[in-house]
């Protein structure tokens, strides 16, 4: 019982010094080991899952192929009219003497694992701050939550803790997460008219999130006439359990 | 007591919580709280101490699955 007891003591310890964030240090050090160990559990992992999806593609697969394929045609389309675009944007800016758009750095980062958090393999010493937004191929992932000398968490939009200001064509609304598996669209007036055509951006309200950032697309909407605002679910575009690298916005 | 498994149930938990990036502390409290419960179940049920050993490895196994589906 005495092991116990003295064994217990310490681990309590360890949660309270953790806590206030002074184990950073020997903490670091230990990463240094276990980063990499957390990076090829990872890796190994979607590997296995890989295989196993190959097993069941057979069933929908070639439904799926000819669907994408339809889908790429129609944003080969979309690309090169979005590409006129931004020229004329530029040369209008420059006419105008609007500066252009503050470039953003970002800072590529492998993902060392997804469980509430998803956890990634760069922290304070690379220049990581609470609160910076991460991002794949554009698409918004979360914020950094929690930082230590070596990796960071980040909350997912699925989870209950995010809530980000976006926008749907000329709506404004909030998106919060949902018992980590899911997002609502929510304070959207019901005067606005929200359709699966146009995606859900970020807002860039209250500087907690650049704008412009793609939160993901409105699937069913979920609320009725008579209620005070609108809700619809927000189907992600990006599988987050499928990502090895992710970027964060400095 | 089976002083040896409440140091390794210790070391697992505070590995653990590094790898599973849970604040440092969370596991091995609640592995050596098992390992107590075990330990004492035993004594109670004089159960062998292998079984002991396969009743812990089973809870660390669903323990392990819990954190990778709960969070």
Known sequence: MRTFITLIFFSLVIFFLDGRGLLDGPKGIVQTVTVPVQYSLYSAKLGLEEVFSFLTFWKSGEKRIKNLEQKNLELLAGENKAKATEEENIILRKQLGVNPKPATRLLPATVLGTLRYLEIGVGGNDGVAEGMAVIYLNNLLGRVEKVTPKASFVVLLSDPQSKVPVKVGSARGLVSGQFNSSMVLDHIAQTEEISDTNPVLTSGEGESFPPDLVVGKVGKITSVETDLFQKAEVISLVDVNKLTTVFVVQ | ?71
């Not at chain 2, 179940?41 to 002991?52: C, D, E, M, N, Q």
């Open chain 2, 1 to 71: 007591m089976i002083t040896k498994l409440y140091y390794s149930a210790f070391t697992v938990g505070l590995l653990f919580d590094i790898l599973f990036g849970r604040r440092l502390g969370t596991l091995t409290t609640i592995y050596l709280l098992m390992v107590l419960i075990l330990d004492l179940a035993g004594t109670k049920f004089h159960l062998s101490r292998p079984v002991i050993i396969a009743y812990i490895i089973l809870f660390q196994i669903l323990i392990y699955y819990g954190s990778l589906f709960i969070g």
